[in-house]
């Protein structure tokens, strides 16, 4: 079955950089889009970053670009996103997630705090 676990999270100061990770399986992860969300506490969660299946093209919403970056590594069916210049509204649980076969998969989510 699809598995996402997600990585990397924790404390860290305004202005730092976290990099999170994920580890896909139970897929043909090479042929699919991924990507990462997150959910502040009272809010929508929302689409941070997306990556193609061959990593040539990533989008991402204004609110981080610039100071994200979404890669992946098809030989390890690993995901990344590099989180750099962290605000305190980056404080969120982050998700990796995939739409496979129409139904949407989610990790089980990693915190990320950026306060000082």
């Known amino acids: 079955q699809v598995q996402l676990v997600e990585s990397g999270g924790g404390l860290v100061q305004p202005g730092g950089s976290l990099r999170l990770s994920c580890a896909a399986s139970g897929f043909p992860f090479s042929a699919y889009v991924m990507y990462w969300y997150r959910q502040a506490p009272g809010k929508e969660r929302e689409r941070v970053a997306s990556?193609?299946?061959?990593?040539?093209?990533?989008t991402y919403p204004d609110s981080v670009k610039g100071r994200f970056t979404i890669s992946r590594d098809n030989a390890k069916n690993t995901v990344n996103l590099q989180m750099n210049s962290l605000k305190p509204e980056d404080t969120a649980v982050y998700y990796c997630?995939?739409?496979?076969?129409?139904?949407?998969?989610w990790g089980q989510g990693t915190q990320v705090t950026v306060s000082s």
């Open positions: 990556i193609t299946s061959a990593g040539g093209t990533t």
């Open positions: 997630s995939v739409l496979h076969i129409t139904r949407r998969y």
